[in-house]
């Protein structure tokens, strides 16, 4: 069965991805693209007006939306969608607890599924951290994203999703964002480093260190594409489910 994807921020960096992955398979169509400043075509898709989605979802009835754009119009495009009964995939970041929650009330109404970062190897990174993490007790730990020069949101939702992972294995920690001055290290905070340079499609290392040894899980992105596959294999596995919210394991699974 071809699933029919609707795109949003067409033309950004991983709306550009998304579009790309999608005429490279055969489980996926693209029904339309939209982006804020419509005109033109990315990988041969007319860019039509992000204003018009609530239209366009009703008339050309995509089967799942998938956005990549920012922290507010993921919350609007997810309400459109809500409304229109279409299922929503996204993994824009930087999103406010209000935003989590506005998507939390789309997902009564349609299926939702978010995730912070679409590559297997994320998945892998954090099945491996809440592992390590308990059997390395008392260690320090120093987490560290690098990404291009024109990501916004620091530190990375990513990063944000790895500390939620170590804090549900070993109990709160308080974080400190850079380190500059006097203050020696406590015992139980996390370190959290988020560096912005070049082209670097995304790095996340988590350093444990302890016992005169250390431990350092990494994940390198090699390019934007295993984002953009990832979020068309959610795509596919979204289409056609009961409304609720859903998670990237839950499709590798
Ligand atoms: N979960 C994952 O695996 C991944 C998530 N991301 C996330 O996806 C999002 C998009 O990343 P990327 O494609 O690199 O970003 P870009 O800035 O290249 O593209 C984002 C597009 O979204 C639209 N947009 C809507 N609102 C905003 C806003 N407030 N700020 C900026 N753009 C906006 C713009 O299109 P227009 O205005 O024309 O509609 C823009 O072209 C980010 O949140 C990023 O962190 C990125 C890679 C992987
Ligand atoms: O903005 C990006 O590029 C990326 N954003 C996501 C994040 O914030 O974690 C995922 C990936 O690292 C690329």
Redo the contacts with the bound molecule.
Sequence with gaps: MTVRVAV????????EEVLAAATDRDDVAVAFA????AGGSVEGVAVED?ADLPTLLTDETPDVLVD??????CVEYAAACAEAGVAFVS????LSQGGFDSLREAAEDVPVLY?????RGIAALRRAVREAVPALDGYDIELTETHHN????AP??TALTLLEDIDDVRGDSPRVHGREGEAPRTESEIGVHARRAGDIA?EHEVLLAGNHESLSLTHRAGS?GV?AA??LDAAAWLSGRDAGWYDFTEVLE
Excluded at 34 to 37: A, C, K, L, Y
Excluded at 91 to 94: A, I, L, M, P
Excluded at 150 to 153: C, I, N, Q
């Design positions: 949003t921020g067409a033309t950004g960096r991983m709306g939209v982006s804020r400043s992000a990549f754009t920012g922290p507010a119009s993994g824009t970041t930087g995730a912070s970062n679409f590559s024109a990501k916004r949101d990375s939702g995304g934007r984002f990832g979020a």
